[in-house]
């Protein structure tokens, strides 16, 4: 654009002709190495963002409507940056001029030309008053444009300018926890540029091979651009349609399971509650509201077989879900089997009956009770898939509480993942999730090399539908929805149920279980309620009621 142009703007019968002193075309974006073909890509489908341009477009006034306003100070475009590509702005450093000469001129100023600038300001009032009362009467005192409107429009031009100065700071830093926040954050205000944009520069630094954040990062990016296009229950389902193959699946989860001490110490603590409040009954009734392979009877059965006096008859009601039954490629009958040949060979007397129905359906008659059993209820990792009131005005998780109380249990036991997701806001939610699974790669990545292809495994198809689900979904089609342990106990204590704090012999078996895992795990004991976690992030608590 050249200097020496003039625009006129047409103001009722009045005209006033802008004549720029420098040039604008200094004002652009980057060169299009650095900022343009952003661009995102999912499989078939691809955004193109747009491409970068000059603020030239926008100099011109002759578009502006008749309330003075300047498009291209609104404009999110109209953003300049320096030549290390940070967005800057010298608009702070300009003035507006009435000239004699019925010309509006950018002219520089400081705070020397203070006298200079107060002679010209009076001067354009006088000017705008004179102009205001020619084209509309005595009514003129309605308007006052240059004092409104100007400073607005300046305003709002440099807060643009320095939201982008720090988003590209922020990029050049490369933290990749602040960057995916940060693009939450846009998406939760509806800002889609600063979204797009950010999901663009996302995706050449994640990678479900690099480090524990760019692992994560990878699905959590995957989750908000499913968000995004309101598709989130659709790439939640279609990743439990690509599941691996049930027993594919069960040897992800059977590594899972090993290499990591928390679903053994999930049901290391409640076997050890269980067991405690049985030692003196000869029949014993466990009703397990998510058996899953019956992995965590196995070493209870063992324990019992070697009981003074004798083992206890046992009896196991189990309530199956849909992806255990998936992973072992059939009903509960398997599970039922598996444990009936293990009692056997252990001389334990042994009875195992299942319910055809899900947890949050199950009834008081489906656990056909006999007066001389001791009844213990199991909840292991399974109350914050049952939906509350907040979706469902029947409330099974509350429901199921008073159900177990009813069952009259000499113990009751809870093991869940310690964080809050249940009814926390979007931005919340995210800033959770991102913290406790990074706690969970991590802890992985100390084990498992890499590049390791079972390690990939494991994280896609056990942990990274649950990000998914945390993020993408809302409503009832989000099932993931935790609750910490002090909300627990407020729902137990309504049910009617009084703490049953954990021995100090399940203490020391399970520091001696941590023993035998490599990393940073921490045990802690508070209120009689066990919490195992990954440096400073508890992540599953465990604890006992009756």
């Not at 705008?128 to 009362?133: A, G, H, Q, V």
């Not at 409040?277 to 029949?283: D, I, N, V, Y």
């Not at 006096?309 to 490629?329: E, F, L, M």
């Not at 509480?401 to 979007?426: C, D, I």
Request: glycine share 4%; proline share 4%; with cysteine.
């Amino acid at each position: 654009m050249q200097t020496s142009q003039k625009h006129e703007i047409t103001y009722g019968s009045g005209r006033f002709y802008v004549e720029p002193v420098q040039n604008l075309e200094s004002y652009c974006f980057p060169s299009s190495e650095n900022l343009e073909n952003y661009c995102s890509s999912d499989n078939s489908c691809q955004t193109t963002y747009p491409s970068v341009q000059t603020l030239e477009q926008y100099g011109t006034l002759e578009s502006a409507s008749t309330s003075n306003s300047f498009p291209y100070q609104n404009s999110p475009s109209a953003v300049s940056f320096s030549s290390n590509n940070s967005p800057v702005s010298k608009v702070e450093s300009n003035s507006y001029v009435l000239r004699p000469q019925n010309s509006l001129e950018i002219v520089n100023g400081s705070p020397e030309d203070d006298s200079y600038l107060t002679h010209d300001l009076d001067d354009l009032t006088h000017k705008i008053r004179e102009l205001e009362t020619a084209m509309l009467g005595p009514n003129a005192d309605v308007l006052d444009i240059y004092d409104a409107v100007i400073p607005e429009e300046s305003d709002s031009f440099l807060l643009e300018a320095e939201k982008w100065k720090k988003l590209m700071e922020m990029v050049s830093r490369g933290d990749l926890k602040e960057m995916l926040y940060t693009c939450a954050k846009a998406m939760a205000v509806n800002d889609m540029e600063t979204t797009e944009w950010l999901v663009s520069e996302l995706r050449k630094m994640v990678s479900i091979s690099g480090n524990p954040i760019q692992r994560l990062g990878a699905y959590m990016l995957e989750a908000l651009v499913a968000r995004m296009a309101s598709s989130g229950s659709i790439i939640y389902k279609s990743l439990k349609c690509s599941e691996p193959t049930g027993n594919e699946l069960l040897s992800y989860m059977h590594v899972l399971y090993e290499i990591c001490p928390y679903f053994k110490f999930g049901y290391m603590s409640a076997n050890g509650a269980i067991a405690e409040a049985m030692k003196e009954e000869s029949e014993v009734h466990i009703i397990d509201f998510q058996i899953n392979q019956g992995t965590q009877w196995v070493s209870l059965i063992q324990a019992l077989a070697h009981r003074p006096g004798g083992p206890p008859k046992i009896r196991i009601t189990a309530v199956d879900d849909s992806v255990s039954a998936y992973a072992r490629g059939g009903g509960l009958d398997i599970v039922g089997k598996r444990l009936s040949t293990l009692a056997q060979s252990c001389h334990v007397p042994f009875e195992f009956h299942a319910v055809r129905a899900a947890a949050s359906e199950v009834q008081l008659e489906d656990f056909e009770l006999r007066p001389d059993e001791a009844v213990a209820v199991n909840f292991a990792i399974m109350l914050h898939h049952v939906p509350d009131e907040s979706i469902n005005s029947h409330n099974h998780r509350d429901r199921l509480l008073r159900l177990a109380k009813h069952l009259s249990p000499k113990v009751v036991t809870l093991v869940e993942q310690e964080f809050n997701t249940n009814n926390a806001p979007f931005l919340q939610r995210f800033f959770e999730t991102m913290n406790y699974y990074l706690a969970i790669f991590e802890s992985l990545d100390v084990v498992m090399p890499r590049e390791h292809k079972e390690r990939i495994n494991v994280e896609q198809h056990c942990l990274a539908r649950e990000v998914v689900n945390l993020i993408a979904c809302e409503g009832a089609e989000r099932v993931e929805r935790h609750e910490l342990l002090n909300k627990w106990r407020m729902r137990f204590t309504m049910a009617g149920f009084t703490p049953y704090p954990l021995s100090s012999f399940i203490n020391s078996s399970i520091k001696d279980l941590l023993e035998s895992y490599r990393g940073h795990y921490t045990l802690e004991e508070t209120d009689g309620a066990l919490y195992l976690g990954w440096k400073n992030q508890v992540l599953i608590a465990s604890c006992a009621w009756r």
